[in-house]
């Protein structure tokens, strides 16, 4: 049995690597907005974040490895999207330097069009790739939801809010739109938020 990250956030990390094209198919503050999201479902799942009035707050003592729970008991109530959409950018580079750190991945500087500071990542394994792919697929089409693991159905609800489409094509999150609600309801209120922020930026930009 291939062994997979711990974490949610590492874990959705890899999904959005592409196989084929030996990639990230998912970057910026989009990848940041799936990331935030799969931290704060992660608490949420716990026990370790709550919810009041719509908004998270701290719940049961634990760890916080990402320090998101820190960031809401310092804050006033904020709501989902908030927490969702801050400090995006930075939860990229900690999961990838989490990553790299385990040895999950490997990162190289390269520059895109042969002029832009970027940088490559590598999956060293990509049979950890499949594994979690695997979770996410058997989350979609098998088993009734209540007996789903708890991070698979969390990967299908993430994937499907954050566009990953390494895991969920368009024509899959159509086909699998029941399914994929159930899942989301079953994995907190972080998802949906991505899928909220996701709107406003896009309008956001189409509105000039």
Request: proline share 7%.
């Amino acid at each position: 049995m291939v062994s997979v990250p711990e974490s949610l956030p590492a874990r959705m990390y890899l999904l959005a690597y592409d196989l084929k094209k030996h990639r990230m198919s998912k970057g910026g503050p989009q990848l940041g907005y799936v990331l935030r999201a799969a931290a704060l479902t992660e608490l949420y799942l716990d026990g370790r974040l709550g919810e009041e009035r719509r908004k998270p707050v701290p719940g049961t003592p634990g760890e916080d490895p990402y320090g998101v729970l820190a960031q809401i008991a310092g804050s006033r109530p904020r709501s989902w999207q908030h927490w969702v959409h801050k400090d995006g950018k930075a939860m990229v580079v900690k999961v990838r330097d989490e990553l790299v750190r385990d040895g999950w991945i490997r990162v190289r500087p390269r520059r895109r069009l042969g002029l832009f500071p970027g940088q490559e990542v590598t999956v060293k394994d990509p049979r950890v790739v499949k594994s979690l792919w695997g979770g996410a697929s058997s989350a979609l089409r098998g088993r009734p939801v209540a007996h789903v693991n708890s991070y698979d159905a969390a990967a299908v609800a993430l994937a499907a809010a954050g566009g990953l489409k390494t895991v969920l094509p368009g024509a899959d999150r159509r086909r699998h739109r029941r399914r994929i609600e159930e899942l989301t309801a079953r994995t907190g209120p972080a998802a949906t938020a991505v899928r909220k922020v996701i709107r406003q930026q896009n309008a956001a930009a189409a509105a000039g």
